[in-house]
């Protein structure tokens, strides 16, 4: 594989997570009959609609800091730290379709790897600006 082909699967596979989750909200919509643009009325709907929306909000984060701990650093531990934010993220979506009150494991997993993929990255960054200059 070229480089970064690792976190380039990864990239794709968090994608591929997303896009699921709209064909959830979707789904969720068929049930509940509550038609587009309305985004209330079902519980069911509106939390597949706050699953997304909240996975929405993390791309901006993950994505960048996924690639920057890959360049700067090792482009096997970014993807391995990229898979355990997909499955933060899925187990977010899961538990809180099930019951709001289920989804602080996943958030906190994915937390936790997306903060060490953009702290990560930054330190190294800073370090490097530090002893090489720029």
Known sequence: M?????VALVTIAALLVYFWMGIRVAGARRVSGVQAPAMTGDPVLERH???QANTLEWL????????LFAIYW???IAAGLGVVWIVGR???AFGYVAD???????????FVAAAALLLGAAGRI???LV???A
């Open 2 to 6: 070229g480089p970064h082909s690792w």
């Open 49 to 51: 609609i706050r699953v």
């Open 60 to 67: 901006p984060i993950f994505l960048p800091a996924l690639w």
């Open 74 to 76: 090792n482009d096997l």
């Open 90 to 92: 899925l187990l977010y």
């Open 100 to 110: 709001p009150g289920k989804r602080e494991l996943g958030f906190i997993i994915q």
């Open 126 to 128: 800073i370090w490097i």
């Open 131 to 133: 002893t090489v200059g």
